[in-house]
DNA sequence: GGCGCTCCAATTGCATGCAGTTTGATGTCC
DNA sequence: GGACATCAAACTGCATGCAATTGGAGCGCC
């Protein structure tokens, strides 16, 4: 038998949660990028909701961190320094470590067939965009947090991942995603045949080397953060009426 | 010197944030036990603002797990079952050790001093009541947690260990803090002295007994928790039309 | 041309109002 | 007395309205 007795997790049918759903996706796929401003009139339109609804829900993806919310400013997509994003995945890989050993021979033959056949699924993307290939990705950590039952797990794990997804299409270079896909087969056959030490350490690694592909550097020029590279200089200056930078737009 | 250059973490000075900050801290204090009721216009009312706002902060608290809301009734105090209980501790100790191997040997002398300080706090707090020992002892960890300088690290760890916290409320006997104490003494020096894996160790067992002296069992009669308690023997109907339970109110 | 100032449209922060749902108290029937 | 229908109060879901703040276009000055 699977790891544990049921449980429902999925967000509930509120005009809200359908606005976060979709205000996620747009955003791990690149369709909004970071940066983009979203203004709550402009979204309540588009979704034929108030601003009062819209606002809620920006206020839930600033939560998960997918979302900059400024007092008395339009929200923008998050737009996370190199730094938050190493930290973010160094998180991501303890979590998913987690994951792993609690899964490790304890799948049932139809999850493993699930996750088989969701990683057809990213082998058949590879001829599409890279924004899908990459979503398709996140999702098979999703899936294999979601199969622990352990919603809290599952919730971590899906932020964190989406926020790692952001920050690959901030800093990531056109992405080369087949070696990750096999990365994903080693692991489900390492789940399967339920070596725990042996999964771990896969997943440990291919955490680690989609973070290295893609954070390679702090490329401050396409980091495009003016505020985080002038950072260091102004720690000099004492805290307040630093930055001025009257002219220069933060957002690209 | 310390860890990494400044950053901003604290929550704004919204209305929304201070109503948050303000329920957090009722919650963990258990000044509002599990499944208290927290209707919008009561909280509105008490912190002087409409209803709209209070709900935004329920909003916010739910998607941190210290509240649910299910629709169209009123939100209360989140009740977590045992085994999201043991789910929590889990992944608090995967954050925390993670918190420690970045500190290890990297603390200034003025953020020992004031580890030092907060626990000392802790020991003068040992004749007051159980819910304060119990915050500060919280408290220690996330302030650990911002010597990291990593926000997403801070924000991980606060919910959980705020969560943790919320069960302790639910499932702990009479807490002895004593020895959680000495424990956080040594962790401070074994992060003073720089031992990496000592201090990860040690911290994994802090917490491992933590969990332990509360989650000793299951104790469903204290766990109160009626439809957790009644799910297993409801598995054999089909999930619809299985729980009217009409007067047995979830609430104790 | 570049810099600063003023002013207005765009936008947020928040309260209020209305409609629909849930709760539980009362009354009715057996 | 106990189960069931009925109904009003309580509460949530959401839209709208108003005041305050922001940002940037236009304009004058150097």
Redesign the pocket.
């Known amino acids: 038998m699977a790891a544990r007795a049921s449980s429902k997790t999925s967000e509930s049918s509120?005009?809200?949660s359908v606005i976060c759903r979709a205000l996620r996706r747009a955003i791990i796929e690149q369709a909004l990028e970071p940066g983009a401003k979203?203004?709550?009139?402009?979204l309540?339109e588009r979704f034929?909701?108030?601003?009062?609804?819209a606002?809620h829900a920006l206020g839930q993806l600033a939560a998960e961190g997918l979302v900059e919310?400024r007092?008395?400013?339009?929200?923008v997509v998050a737009t996370p320094s190199w730094q938050e994003a190493r930290d973010a995945f160094d998180i991501r890989i303890e979590l998913e470590r987690l994951v792993v050993r609690q899964l490790a021979g304890r799948l049932t033959r139809a999850q493993i067939a699930e996750l088989n056949a969701h990683v057809d699924a990213e082998d058949r993307a590879r001829g599409g965009t890279d924004a899908v290939s990459i979503r398709l990705a996140t999702e098979f950590h999703i899936l294999l947090a979601h199969m622990t039952n352990s919603p809290i797990l599952v919730r971590y794990v899906s932020e964190v991942a989406y926020r790692c997804c952001l920050t690959l299409s901030l800093y990531s270079r056109p992405h080369s995603s087949e070696c990750a896909i096999n990365e994903h087969r080693a692991i489900i056959s390492a789940l399967a045949k339920g070596d725990e030490a042996k999964v771990m350490e896969l997943m440990h690694h291919h955490l680690d080397s989609v973070a290295n592909r893609a954070l390679v550097a702090p490329t401050p020029q396409r980091g495009r953060d003016l505020l985080d590279i002038l950072a260091p200089y102004a720690d000099e200056v004492t805290s307040d009426r630093v930055v001025k930078l009257?002219k220069i737009?933060r957002r690209g």
Chains 1, 2 share one sequence.
Not at 71 to 75: C, K, V, Y
Request: hydrophobic content about 40%; proline content about 8%.
């Open positions: 509120d005009k809200v979203l203004p709550e009139d402009a309540g034929g909701v108030s601003r009062t609804i606002r919310l007092r008395n400013r339009i929200a009257p737009a």
